[in-house]
């Protein structure tokens, strides 16, 4: 008979890499791994995974098997967080999507506040677009639209892309010829610079750099951090430039620990959404939380 517990420890295998890291994920046994493992291959008649010294690889039998229960594993585990009794008092449980960087500059604070149970998840914004048509997701912030007909998205802000450096660069060499309109020296004089990025934002550097010089940028940046918000911190007094969201930075800005170099010509805007579905039992949860990002202004 087949045993569902089967398949969550292949994806937990699939995922870590290793059956160590799949029993430090699932708080089971490594032999208890192995053991259902091998009885997911008896009982598929393949070979899921090749075992090296170090890795388990998935065979293309493995990565197939994988892609067809990913969304159906998923929902069930979403489910069992959803419908599992966590306290005595019966609150609801709203299921929030959003990039990391604006959940800590926004939401984090108040998470303690909010009357209702809340998960948080962080991802690529086709894959929560997706979610939220599923019914993974309730809500999600997001500066992409989907075409689903069963969502609505309502815009409630914008984000500004700007050029940043840290409070110890000398900028005035860059600030005098963007002044002057020589981009062409500006963009020679900033490749030699020292730069942070991350790996998921490099769009906007890409976007930015193609908007006001005319062609993608052909220098790597020097430093690739886990988030914006690293880029902040390790700006924050100190040396380099950086592209990113100004609601970001503001305070930083204000308190004079980044200098705001340039704003582009043109200014590159993104919209901001909020994600729903049309019919939803969270509308007054939902409403409570759409309340708070307007209020912080971003």
């Known amino acids: 008979m087949l045993n569902l517990e089967w398949f969550r420890t292949f994806k937990a295998i699939y995922e870590t890499g290793t059956l160590t890291g799949a029993a430090q994920m699932l708080f089971i046994s490594q032999p208890g791994v192995s053991l259902h493992l091998n009885s997911l291959e008896t009982y598929t008649g393949y070979k899921l995974f090749d075992r090296s010294a170090k890795r388990m690889v998935p065979t293309e039998r493995g990565k197939v098997l994988y892609n067809f229960i990913l969304e159906p594993l998923t929902k069930l585990e979403t ?20 990039c990391f960087e604006t959940f800590q500059f926004t939401l984090e604070r ?17 894959q929560m677009i997706h979610d939220l048509d599923k019914g993974l997701l309730d809500l999600i ?29 000398d900028t005035k060499i860059v600030e005098e010829l963007i002044v002057k309109g020589d981009l062409m020296a500006a963009e020679k004089w900033l490749k030699e610079q020292v730069w942070y990025s991350t790996a998921a934002d490099m769009e906007n550097l890409k976007r930015f750099w193609y908007l006001n010089f005319r062609h993608h940028p052909d ?14 911190r390790c700006l924050s007094e100190g040396v380099g430039f950086s592209i990113i969201p100004d609601f970001l930075c503001k305070n930083e800005i204000e308190s004079k620990k980044l200098h705001l170099i340039w704003t582009g010509d043109p ?7 909020f994600g729903t579905r049309k019919k939803t039992m969270y509308e007054r949860e939902i409403n409570l939380v759409k309340k708070i990002f307007v209020e912080e202004g971003i």
Not at 79 to 98: N, P, W
């Open 110 to 126: 108040h998470i303690s506040s909010l009357p209702f149970n809340v998960i948080i998840k962080f991802g690529e914004y086709p």
């Open 267 to 273: 200014v590159m805007e993104n919209t901001l959404y």
């Open 79 to 98: 489910s069992e967080q959803l419908f599992h009794r966590s306290s005595k008092i019966d609150r609801a449980t709203v299921s929030i999507g959003m």
């Open 141 to 169: 912030i997001t500066p992409q639209k989907g075409l689903e007909k069963n969502l609505e998205f309502s815009p409630f802000s914008k984000e500004r892309i700007v050029l940043v450096a840290g409070a110890e660069t």
């Open 219 to 232: 220098f790597k940046p020097n430093y690739i951090v886990p988030n914006i918000c690293s880029i902040v």
